[in-house]
């Protein structure tokens, strides 16, 4: 869910930008960015909680 949030977020900050919010953008940009790093960071933790315990069985 939350990397989805972050396409959604790309999706509006390329729309503000577009239109010329230059404040609006680079808070989305910073928001959309936060998002995809938390999501990633997140998916790869639970990765490596299932590979450890995978390996203990």
Known sequence: MLFIAGVVGLASTLTAAGYGFTGWTALGAIV????FVTSVTLFLLEHERLRRLARRD
């Open 32 to 35: 959309t960015a936060l998002g």
